[in-house]
């Protein structure tokens, strides 16, 4: 592929969809909104145009990407459901919650996508811009979150093109994400599995479910050699300055991402974001990886992040926090 690319900037007024969905299928790599953050998409069908995704993310192959899909209807083209599948389907689509499902005997989607893998990964976004690509296209599109592999993801066009312009051919411009971190993924197995926190906080799951979901196992089996989810990889999500959670203190240098607010009493931090004064998880976690991003342009020796309670959207914001703040060789 040539890497170096003229990249377009459109916003998403009309017509935005039909231009995209002509690109994906002239085997493009087009940028877009979902309500999460803002995906990369190419056409599921083609192998060509998924192997120039992967080169445009710098993205390990064996990582599988999740089909985007219009509706239902669409996806049960794809995956095979069962009675579970559809409830948690029929209660949280459109929005950010991925199943993971038997592929369907004809699925279209290209090996390469999957990773060979015998599952598919489907969601429904729920983003005005992402369903009016989707049903320009007609067809099913993977996207992964449109950063370089192993960044932060991009909450706004501007993230977007600081990471791919000249490596991919189209941004549809719809202004900031509303959700701000990635779907929730849940693996419908026997016993179905929260495979990554996300957009949905999983007590809404259990309630649809009538179970517990369970986690992934503690005894890494979740690794990088043998991944359950394979993009759980530890070192994800990161900012190049070192990361150090539920701080009490500030040490001398260290930028301040807050939460709450009380942002550490007597700080004298000159760098400090907050996710969200009024301690709310829904706009914190808005706000995340755009923090993130802005205190790692600072060039500070440390970011030191405030403790966060693990409920609600706050499981999927811890998640993030503690891959961003493992150590990079
Ligand atoms: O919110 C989102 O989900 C965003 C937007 C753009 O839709 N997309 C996103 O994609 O976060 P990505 O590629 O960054 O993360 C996809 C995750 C990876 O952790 C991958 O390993 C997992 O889904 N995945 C994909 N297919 C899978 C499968 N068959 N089994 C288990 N995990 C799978
Ligand atoms: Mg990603």
């Known amino acids: 592929m040539k890497i170096d690319l003229n990249t377009a900037i459109i916003p998403s007024r009309e017509g935005a969809a039909e231009t995209a969905a002509g690109c994906l299928a002239n085997g493009g790599l087009v940028a877009f909104p979902t309500e999460t953050v803002y995906g990369l998409g190419a056409d599921a069908t083609d192998a060509r145009a998924i192997a120039r995704l992967y080169q445009a993310k710098g993205r390990p192959s064996f990582n599988p990407l999740i089909a985007h899909v219009s509706d239902l209807d669409a996806a049960r083209q794809i995956a095979r459901f069962d009675e579970r599948s559809i409830r948690l389907a029929e209660a949280f689509w459109p929005g950010p919650l991925t199943l993971v499902l038997p592929k369907a005997p004809d699925c279209p989607v290209a090996d390469l996508a999957t990773a060979g893998l015998e599952t598919i990964a489907v969601r429904v976004p729920a983003h005005p811009v992402a369903r009016d690509i989707l049903r320009a296209f007609g067809k099913p599109v993977v996207a992964p979150s449109a950063n370089l592999s192993g960044h932060v993801s991009p909450t706004t066009a501007a993230h977007v093109v600081s990471d791919l312009a000249g490596r991919i051919d189209l941004v549809v411009d719809g202004g900031p994400v509303y959700v701000g971190v990635e779907s929730t993924i849940v693996g419908c197995f026997e016993t179905p599995l929260l495979l990554r926190p996300g957009g949905l906080p999983r007590a809404d799951i259990e309630r649809v479910l009538g179970t517990a979901l369970a986690g992934l196992p503690e005894d890494?089996?979740?690794?990088?050699?043998?991944?359950?989810?394979?993009?759980?990889?530890?070192?994800?999500?990161?900012?190049?300055?070192?990361?150090?959670?539920?701080?009490?203190?500030?040490?001398?240098?260290?930028?301040?991402?807050?939460?709450?607010?009380?942002?550490?009493?007597?700080?004298?931090?000159?760098?400090?974001?907050?996710?969200?004064?009024?301690?709310?998880?829904?706009?914190?976690?808005?706000?995340?990886?755009?923090?993130?991003?802005?205190?790692?342009?600072?060039?500070?020796?440390?970011?030191?992040?405030?403790?966060?309670p693990d409920e609600g959207l706050g499981e999927a914001i811890n998640d993030r926090l503690r891959r961003a703040a493992v150590p990079r060789t």
């Open 220 to 308: 890494g089996a979740d690794t990088d050699a043998h991944p359950l989810a394979p993009g759980m990889m530890a070192s994800h999500y990161a900012p190049r300055t070192p990361v150090r959670l539920n701080a009490q203190h500030l040490n001398t240098g260290e930028a301040l991402l807050a939460f709450g607010p009380n942002p550490m009493s007597g700080s004298s931090a000159s760098i400090v974001m907050n996710l969200s004064a009024a301690g709310d998880l829904v706009e914190a976690a808005a706000n995340l990886f755009g923090h993130l991003r802005a205190l790692d342009a600072k060039g500070s020796q440390g970011i030191a992040v405030m403790p966060i």
